[in-house]
């Protein structure tokens, strides 16, 4: 769900032009980042409850990586 909404975001980017274009490029490795610390914070929970939290603490290490590959690659966008 979390990459969708980044990609949702690069694709509204796209179909724009001048700020607004700059602002969501800025918005999608957010997105992504605010997915990480989420499912960070529910691997937290599910680990002091006792419960499965290594699913959690995979789905976290996929996005901080995702959150990396978003940020070098709007990265260009960014300095044109």
Known sequence: MTIGL???VLVAAGLTDGTAR???IVTAP???LVGAVAALWRTYRNW???GRWQVWQGASWFLLAMFIF???GTGPALVS
């Open 48 to 50: 002091r409850a006792g």
């Open 6 to 8: 980044a990609l949702l």
């Open 22 to 24: 700059t602002a969501l």
């Open 70 to 72: 978003f940020l070098f």
């Open 30 to 32: 957010i997105v992504v």
